[in-house]
C-alpha cells in the first residue's frame, strides 16, 4: 500500500508540474483523506467504492481491447 501511496503521490506531482519535493506532502494528504473517508464512511462506503473501481477497471479494459481490435481490423 505504501508504494501505492508513493506513485499516485508522484503522479500527482507530475500533473499538478509540482517539485518532487511535494511527494512527501502529498503522500500524507492523500493518506489523512483515505483515513478520514475510511473512518467516517466505514466498510460499507469503501466495499462500494472498491466495487465501483472495479468496474470502471474492467471497463477500460474492456474497452481497450475493443478498440485496440477494430484498428487493426480483427484478430487476424
Do not use: C, H
Not at 483515513?35 to 477497471?57: E, K, W
Request: proline share 1%.
Amino acid at each position: 500500500m505504501s508504494l501505492l501511496v508513493y506513485l499516485s503521490s508522484k503522479a500527482m506531482v507530475v500533473i499538478l508540474a509540482l517539485d518532487e519535493q511535494w511527494i512527501p506532502l502529498i503522500a500524507l494528504i492523500a493518506g489523512f483523506a483515505v483515513v478520514v473517508y475510511v473512518s467516517l464512511g466505514g466498510f460499507r462506503a469503501v466495499v462500494i467504492t472498491d466495487l465501483v473501481q472495479t468496474v470502471l477497471l474492467f471497463g477500460g479494459a474492456l474497452l481497450v481491447i475493443v478498440t485496440v481490435t477494430i484498428n487493426i481490423r480483427g484478430f487476424g
